[in-house]
């Protein structure tokens, strides 16, 4: 019997050394797994400014004003993204009316430093004042979008600045749990799910059914926990990327019964 009970100690010490080692790699993993940065394909010409952080890193952003416009879209791109990459969209956003201002967290593109979760979203802070105070655009005039990454800085800003409403697009329910479905590892990043529900403004879920990269239910769950009013589409057959194209009119339909509603 105390045979059994010491075989039984070795392989619970065992699994216990095990998930250590794994929530270990997955913390000191995380960063470079959470931040891929492409290549930069745009270079500091007049029409970037150049926003300055507390700590003295420079970031890159840019403003595409579409005049008459009643919303701005504050864009929080995803990973693989950055300013030199986004054009297309923004100006199909500016050619359905919208104002649109992003900008390249640290590390991406033309912005200094280095990318985690803590910069990310304090620079998205400073990001939104700027567009508001120095671009003059009134915070009820602010709609967040966050694509993929870019949906946990918007979620997290949207519970402290005032703004009309929140897209997300392609967006994770947390970071972790993209690999491992359920919450099993400690220190997790961007935990929107916990988040959403404390949002007091409405929120559209955007996702593709085929997303191969942040799987539906991400979307789905994001969804149903959120409590203020609310919007959802689920393209058929889209996938991470290029919902817009992939969905048609519908897309561009769906964002003004939003931005309507607001």
Known sequence: MSGGFRSRGRVILGLA?????VALGAH???????????PVTYDLTPEYARLTTPDGVTLA????????ARFTILYLHGNFEELGRIGGFASQCVAHGYAFFAFDYRGYGRSGGEPNEKNVCADTRLAYRYLVHTLKVPASRVVLFGYSLGGGPAVELGLHEPVAGVILESAFTSAYRVMTRWPLLPGDKFVNLAK??????????????ADATIAPWHG??????????????????????GLAETAGPVYWTTLQE????L
Request: hydrophobic share 40%; aromatic share 10%; charged share 20%.
């Open 17 to 21: 050394a095990t998930y250590v080692l």
């Open 28 to 38: 000191l993993l995380s960063r470079s797994l959470m931040f891929p940065r492409p």
């Open 61 to 68: 952003a840019r403003y595409w004003p579409c005049p008459g």
């Open 196 to 209: 959403v529900p404390r949002l007091r403004v409405p929120v559209l879920v955007l996702h593709g059914t």
């Open 220 to 241: 789905e769950a994001l969804y149903e926990a959120v409590t203020s009013r609310k919007m959802k589409l689920f393209i058929p057959g889209g996938e991470h990327g």
């Open 258 to 261: 939003f931005t309507d509603s």
